[in-house]
């Protein structure tokens, strides 16, 4: 969104194509759509979403919404799909923001009805308002694990347990960023939010051992905390999460080098601040090209945006340097 807006800002001539069946992306998924009325549910920054999603729409960038790209070359060749007709593009410069995924966390049971993803059920909740139903164990570990149960608990339906399966070796190497993590705004806004979870849910820590039982289905969750006896817990839905990581598929597809990120543990394309690839004219933006959450992924849209303006002749280095300022610092 951000990618596209900055681009026809400029005067380019911008085509979105988006699988979505209106403009969000991953975080802000439904936000002009959502049937959650109570904003306090979905959270203050799911709903600045907005302001991204009306400057596209004021944009002169086009729109093809519920739309799947099945192929992409190196000539800048694009396969669309929408509505059950095919359809080949040229494009002078593609910018691929493909967004993040959650990392596949299999353990034994996993694939039992009633068992799914955070993501998953976040998406039910931002798309149709839907809760899981019965006992609900979250199970796993990262920020969006935290988030969807403050969003059960906001929404009146509290999680019957949290399992965090954080080693304590990352608490512990955590500690040499306290110094910068004390300073930042996300001590302000991960704290409380974890405070209020925990005031509605039981947290169990150093879950190991996870593992999901049922005659048919997810009836109850089993672990071991450290070194513990095993231990159980009743539960129709288990909604598992072990962090998210950049959707490299398109990015693979075309043949884009990827690079190793020790500390998040995943691939992503190469590219430089500007979003720029080692094949011209494609270029990667948002959690795409490496997770840094929401509003990194905005200010990589911007920088993406501008610098296809500036390749295109739209715009001069200067100029994009000039209009890149708020987004850099960002």
């Not at 990352?170 to 910068?180: C, D, K, Q, S």
């Not at 302000?188 to 593992?211: F, I």
């Not at 817990?233 to 288990?238: G, K, L, Q, R, S």
Request: hydrophobic share 50%; proline share 5%.
């Amino acid at each position: 969104m951000a990618a596209a807006s900055a681009a026809a800002a400029r005067k380019l001539s911008v085509l979105v194509v988006d699988e979505a069946a209106a403009p969000g992306g991953q975080i802000y998924r439904a936000v002009t759509e959502t049937p959650v009325a109570d904003r306090a549910v979905l959270g203050d920054d799911y709903w600045k979403g907005l302001a991204l999603t009306e400057a596209l729409e004021a944009s002169e960038a086009s729109i093809l919404s519920g739309a799947a790209l099945w192929y992409l070359d190196r000539d800048r060749k694009l396969g669309v799909s929408l509505r059950g007709q095919a359809r080949m593009i040229g494009a002078r410069h593609v910018v691929l923001a493909t967004g993040a995924l959650e990392r596949p966390f299999p353990i034994r049971g996993w694939t039992l009805p009633g068992v799914m993803t955070v993501g998953a059920a976040q998406i039910l909740l931002k798309t149709s308002g839907m809760l899981a139903t019965g006992r609900v164990v979250l199970a796993g570990c990262g920020p969006l694990l935290w988030l969807l149960a403050a969003q059960y608990v906001a929404a009146g339906r509290p999680p019957t347990a949290i399992l965090d399966t954080t080693p304590a070796a990352n608490w512990r190497a955590a500690l040499r960023a306290m110094p910068e993590f004390l300073a930042s705004p996300y001590l302000r806004k991960g704290l409380p939010l974890m405070l209020r979870v925990r005031r509605a849910v039981r947290v169990v820590g150093g879950v190991t051992e996870l593992a999901v039982e049922g005659e048919g289905r997810a009836q109850r969750v089993t672990f071991r905390r450290g070194g513990g006896a095993p231990q159980s817990i009743e539960a129709e839905h288990v909604l598992l999460h072990q962090g998210v990581v950049p959707n490299v598929n398109l990015a693979s597809a075309v043949g884009l080098p990827l690079a190793w990120d020790e500390a998040q543990a995943c691939f992503h394309p190469r590219a430089d601040e500007w979003g720029s690839t080692e094949l011209p004219g494609i270029a990667v933006a948002g959690d795409g090209a490496g997770i840094a959450g929401a509003e990194a992924a905005a200010a990589r849209g911007t920088l993406a945006g501008l610098e296809a303006a500036r390749a295109l002749g739209a715009i001069d280095a200067a100029a994009r340097d000039r209009l890149a300022a708020p987004a850099r610092a960002a």
